[in-house]
């Protein structure tokens, strides 16, 4: 089935580790995005790319990176986490960067950082 | 700054009909999304509207008033799987999407 891929669904991390959220997408879609997503706010922004090997920052980036090797995957990494990145994670596609087509969402990472 | 405002929750009867408001500012304006979210689930898109005026889908519309900064959901017929929050979003001039924290709507018998 055509969609996108995260991975883990579900993470518990100690704080000041590693951590890379994995998200691949089958649809050759253009643009790809990372959302996190708290009680209470509306979807934050964090990384974005439009194509291929550019990124760019969001509304919330710090404490974040992203890559864009190839159309299909992108992946988030936490370099050192800490319990304010306690979330729920979403990754999302688009057939355009910058324009007015619909997202379409992975299914999410819960990550409890503590 | 940017703003979007929606009604935190909203109970509706099975069967009947309800209208979710979203109001807006932001530094333009190129587009409004209406996604659905059930609890635990990845949002959906269900409409767009960049025009004035009422666009249907089936037993959900969508109603947009750009000179009021309002647009509203509207889903007819409700029925128990309507269940779910309802995430209003607005694309402003630089085309990013601002997203209001949106609506739980809860179904009753």
């Known amino acids: 089935i055509a969609g996108i891929t995260q991975a883990p669904t579900s993470q518990i991390l100690a704080a000041g580790r590693r951590m890379t959220l994995r998200c691949t997408q089958d649809m050759r879609h253009n643009a790809m995005y990372w959302y996190r997503q708290d009680l209470g706010l509306g979807l934050r922004l964090i990384h974005y790319?439009?194509?291929?090997?550019?990124?760019g920052k969001g509304e919330v980036p710090d404490g974040y990176s992203v890559s864009r090797a190839n159309t299909d995957d992108f992946p988030l990494t936490l370099a050192s986490a800490v319990p304010s990145q306690t979330s729920v994670y979403f990754c999302?596609?688009?057939?355009?960067?910058?324009?007015?087509?619909?997202?379409?969402f992975g299914n999410g990472t819960r990550l409890t950082v503590t | 700054g940017q703003n979007i405002d929606q009604p935190t929750e909203m109970t509706a009867t099975e069967g009947a009909i309800v209208q979710i408001n979203c109001t807006y500012q932001t530094s333009g304006f190129n587009g409004l999304f209406w996604y659905q979210q059930h609890a635990g689930e990845a949002p959906t898109f269900l409409s767009y509207n960049v025009l004035d005026g009422l666009e249907e889908k089936g037993r959900f519309s969508s109603f947009l008033s750009r000179s009021k900064g309002y647009s509203y959901l509207l889903l007819k017929e409700l029925q128990m799987k309507d269940s779910a929050s309802y995430l209003c979003a607005v694309l402003d001039s630089n085309y990013q999407l601002i997203w209001g924290a949106g609506t739980k709507l809860i179904i009753k018998p």
């Open positions: 999302a596609s688009s057939e355009r960067g910058q324009g007015n087509s619909p997202l379409h």
């Open positions: 790319s439009n194509t291929a090997g550019t990124t």
